[in-house]
């Protein structure tokens, strides 16, 4: 009889701790699946944000551009009724070709660039078979070596102080995230542009050897826009007369 009652109350005990780890299971899943739900959210809320901020900037863009056509016809209005005047707005649109700012065309090259769509060689290292920041900027020096007057990446004017770097699975510009295929437009003579990128044992080569896409076109008529992002001298000043 005493052993018995001993094992009923094993029995009894056990039931209630198995009760309590049920309980404390269903608190923890509780928790966990509130914490993803507001994850979740929190991400679509930013990504919500984010949209929102895009479509800002691009409005911004819209009517920075508005207002510069504008001042461009005042300026041309003005030049007409004074050769002095002329002679400064053809000075300020000179300034302004070299800072970047105007949108330009002409002649010159496309490259196109992609990750490798070769079949991995086993023990190589997958990084060889994509495109990096330093590949493009591989490129953009060799164009501007050769004589490009305006480089544009994916859209983007490039200045002389343009970072671009590696951010995760995308290349960082000043004011963009790109992701392949990556399109390098460039003004400048077509012949030279060409030449240089595809010389032997040059970037081109180079880049093929991993099977790289990458292609070349000479093209008649090119079109690079103005730069449309932050300028910010922190250090560099003109210097006072």
């Given at each position: 009889m005493q052993k018995t009652m001993q094992q009923?109350?094993?029995?009894?005990?056990?039931?209630?701790?198995?009760?309590?780890?049920?309980?404390?299971?269903?608190?923890?899943?509780?928790?966990?699946?509130?914490?993803?739900?507001?994850?979740?959210?929190?991400?679509?809320?930013?990504?919500?944000?984010?949209?929102?901020?895009?479509?800002?900037?691009?409005?911004?863009?819209?009517?920075?551009?508005?207002?510069?056509?504008?001042?461009?016809?005042?300026?041309?209005?003005g030049g007409e009724d004074s050769a002095y005047v002329k002679h400064l707005t053809q000075q300020l649109n000179d300034a302004r070709i070299l800072a970047g700012l105007t949108e330009l065309e002409g002649p010159g090259v496309q490259v196109v660039l992609n990750d490798s769509d070769r079949e991995m060689i086993e023990g190589s290292n997958i990084n060889a078979y994509l495109v990096h920041e330093q590949d493009l900027l591989d490129i953009?020096?060799?164009?501007?070596?050769?004589?490009?007057?305006?480089?544009?990446?994916?859209?983007?004017?490039?200045?002389?102080?343009?970072?671009?770097?590696c951010g995760g699975p995308t290349i960082i510009t000043a004011t963009e995230r790109f992701v392949p295929p990556f399109i390098i437009d460039a003004i400048g003579d077509p012949a030279t542009l060409e030449a240089i990128l595809i010389q032997p044992g040059g970037i081109y080569d180079i880049l093929k050897y991993w099977g790289i896409q990458i292609n070349v076109k000479k093209m008649d008529k090119i079109t690079v826009p103005g730069y449309y992002g932050p300028v910010n001298f922190r250090y560099a000043k003109p210097v006072e007369r």
């Open positions: 009923l109350l094993i029995a009894f005990f056990l039931a209630i701790a198995a009760f309590l780890a049920m309980l404390q299971f269903k608190s923890a899943s509780n928790v966990n699946n509130s914490s993803i739900s507001s994850s979740l959210e929190r991400i679509a809320n930013l990504q919500q944000q984010v949209t929102q901020l895009e479509q800002r900037k691009q409005e911004l863009v819209e009517e920075l551009k508005g207002y510069q056509a504008r001042m461009a016809e005042l300026e041309k209005q953009v020096n060799d164009l501007k070596a050769a004589g490009a007057e305006a480089v544009a990446l994916n859209g983007q004017r490039l200045l002389a102080n343009t970072q671009i770097k």
